[in-house]
């Protein structure tokens, strides 16, 4: 009885803002088993995310408790007169407020009072069923109980894979198996309409293609099914650095181009990142250096401001004979032209090298520097003007200080399927450049969110007048136009997809790139 008097008293929440025209006893014959409240604590949670750059409040939030509770909250802003956004939260990482609405409902995927649907591992078959809300972190752990993991991950597992499959999914081992979006068999989905629908390649596949890399606009993941690979026990961490650009970026392209080659001769993860500022390179993202032996940039003879350094693995299961993997090791490292002397390497089990940032996470928490904005910007940039970038970024608007890690490697466009909603620079491999920073309030003017903001607007400004044709991975913008530009060919199809699935605009409203077709949203000015 509670329950329903808590669903009545949101529910009649709606209808005194938006102005549903329905009798409010009525809407129980909607049968929501989840919890839609008001709570104050839920408000305020569903209001922010990670990046704290961005506030604002939904008028109720949805814990479902199955596929079909959010499909009976879409249908019902769908056909409701007046209508109301509704938009899909995993763990909160967006950085700009695009899991946010401020005139309907976030619907709360991840966390308590999530889904009761079962993790289900088809051991053989090699795939995993999974609650879209699910964290990536427990997909790891249920499958390493059969001695199985997925192919492709992000750094952080504290995500949802709804959430990571709406952008793409991408870390060191994209080269290889392509982003998470390139190795998902089949999806259960709740389109705008309110309709529940299984999708794959065979079936259904405009919706599929749509949903992957579609930035929540064509429907709510309720339901993945992932690819699986035998996971490895161990794993050999390398780091190399260098001090020319040009050779750091040969050696990361040579690396992705083995992806087609024998496990023995190629690496599994292939990731860099840019050292401008000495304090860098002990920083958090790169605590495997041991904080009593520091890396002094000045002791490499490395003649510049700046240092390159490349990460790559090598997985290798318990029993694997050691000399073999030293071996494989040193054949492909004997290839490339790092500083002589400035190898760091050690073996760790798989999954703590895949739970990395998560240890870096809690020593940052302790110190209370995790809850702090992050004005992240992430950057997919042609092979053909890396070079370019590095001179008027790297060596030039950054200057030498930062306050997080600038990670940068490349990867393999034919891993990417060109029918998903991703936008992708139109060259055979393309970078990642992502600039992870964090703003403190410590005094110190070049780290404030005012200062990295206006970097952040430098480079892309630097970008569009060298005309280096950059595509926004986990995309923000604030005009139609600016989204238009970012699709370029592909709009007219994102147009005709949300026209199929989402006629009337409800779903993810914070990513700002249809303006919602009910109601008076306090963002119509867009």
């Known amino acids: 009885m509670a329950a329903k008097l808590l669903l009545l008293f949101a529910i009649c929440r709606l209808i005194t803002i938006v102005g549903l025209t329905l009798n409010p006893t009525d809407l129980f014959r909607f049968g929501i088993h989840g919890q839609l409240t008001t709570d104050a604590h839920d408000l305020k949670t569903a209001s922010g995310d990670f990046g704290k750059l961005t506030r604002s409040e939904p008028l109720a939030v949805l814990h479902p408790s199955s596929a079909s509770d959010v499909a009976k909250l879409l249908r019902l802003a769908y056909e409701s007169a007046p209508g109301f956004s509704v938009s899909a939260r995993g763990h909160g990482h967006s950085i700009n407020g695009q899991a946010q609405t401020s005139n309907g409902v976030v619907v709360q995927m991840s966390g308590s009072g999530r889904s009761s649907t079962p993790v289900v591992v088809y051991e053989k078959l090699m795939y995993i069923d999974v609650w879209g809300g699910e964290l990536w972190i427990d997909v790891l752990r249920s499958t390493l109980k059969y001695g199985l993991a997925p192919k492709s991950w992000t750094d952080y597992l504290y995500l949802s894979v ?41 079936q259904n596949p405009e919706l599929f293609h749509s949903v992957l890399g579609g930035l929540g606009q064509f429907g709510i993941i309720t339901r993945a099914r992932i690819a699986l690979e035998p996971s490895p026990q161990m794993v050999r961490w390398i780091r190399v650095l260098y001090s020319n650009f040009s050779a750091f970026t040969h050696d990361q392209e040579y690396l992705i181009s083995l992806h087609d080659q024998p ?76 500083i ?104 110190e003017e070049t ?13 892309l400004n630097f970008c569009k007048e060298s005309k280096i044709e950059v595509k926004q991975y986990l995309p923000h913008y604030t005009t139609q136009k600016e989204w238009m530009d970012h699709y370029g060919d592909k709009w007219s199809q994102i147009s005709r997809r ?13 990513q700002r790139i249809f303006e919602p077709s009910f109601g008076s949203d306090p963002r119509s000015s867009w």
């Open 162 to 202: 709804g959430g990571t499959l709406s952008n793409a999914g991408i870390s060191g081992q994209a080269f290889n198996h392509g982003p998470q979006i390139s190795n998902v068999h089949e999806l259960d989905v709740v389109t705008g309409r309110g309709d529940i629908l299984t999708c794959s390649m065979d």
């Open 498 to 510: 949300k026209l199929e699935f989402d006629p009337r605009h409800i779903l993810a409203t914070g």
């Open 263 to 338: 496990q023995s001769q190629k690496f599994d993860y292939i990731e860099g990142f840019v050292i401008v500022d000495e304090g860098l390179i002990n920083n958090w993202r790169s605590s495997f250096f041991s904080p009593n032996n520091p890396v002094k940039i000045t002791s490499l003879g490395a003649g510049g401001n700046v240092l390159y350094c490349l990460e790559i693995t090598k997985n290798y299961h318990d029993g694997a004979n050691p000399e073999a993997i030293d071996q494989e090791v040193e054949a492909l490292l004997k290839k490339l032209n790092y």
């Open 340 to 443: 002589p002397a400035s190898m760091f390497t050690t073996d760790l089990p798989y999954v703590d090298f895949l739970d990395r940032v998560h240890t870096a996470e809690l020593k940052l928490r302790s110190k209370g520097l995790w809850e702090v904005p992050h004005p992240w910007l992430n950057l997919f940039v042609p092979k053909s003007r890396i070079d370019d970038f590095d001179k008027g970024v790297f060596k030039g608007i950054l200057g030498n200080k930062t306050s997080g890690p600038i990670l940068i490697y490349p990867m393999n466009k034919n891993k990417w399927d060109e029918r998903s909603s991703v936008v992708t620079p139109n060259e055979d491999v393309f970078y990642l450049v992502a600039l992870l920073r964090s703003a403190l309030d410590n005094g």
């Open 447 to 459: 780290l404030t969110l005012k200062h990295l903001s206006d970097v952040n607007r430098k480079i």
